[in-house]
């Protein structure tokens, strides 16, 4: 069974360096295109960075390049997400979501698989 889980959110002080994770199991990350998502209360989910399974190259959106990043630890079928001096604006749940195109996209809809996503609030 193919399956995210993410982990790592939760109430913090804003401007704080904040690290969320997504673990895979039943498949093996390398081998899927895997990006993060967010969606604030009121608000349209919206893409925030990706890493393409061809080319391990990352693309953050460019409203959040600078402070936030995508990494990988496929030894442990883990990718991060590093929030750098996070806004209150930021607060969100957080999913990181997985597709078998090698394409690193931000568009929700080219993505098949989904965590549940976890909750990250700043707080000023």
């Known amino acids: 069974e193919v399956r995210l889980v993410e982990s790592g959110g939760g109430s913090v002080q804003a401007g704080r360096p904040l690290n969320v994770s997504c673990a895979a199991s039943?498949?093996?990350?390398?081998?899927?295109?895997i990006a993060w998502f967010r969606q604030a209360p009121g608000k349209e989910r919206e893409g925030v960075s990706c890493?393409?399974?061809?080319?391990?190259?990352?693309h953050t959106v460019d409203s959040l390049k600078g402070r936030f990043a995508i990494s990988s630890d496929y030894a442990k079928n883990i990718v991060f997400l590093h929030m750098n001096s996070p806004k209150p604006e930021d607060t969100a749940v957080y999913f990181c979501?997985?597709?078998?195109?090698?394409?690193?996209?931000?568009?929700?809809?080219?993505?098949?698989?989904w965590g549940p996503g976890t909750q990250v609030t700043l707080s000023s």
């Open positions: 979501a997985a597709t078998t195109s090698p394409r690193c996209t931000l568009n929700a809809l080219a993505y098949n698989y």
């Open positions: 890493i393409s399974s061809e080319t391990g190259r990352a």
């Open positions: 039943g498949f093996t990350l390398g081998d899927y295109t």
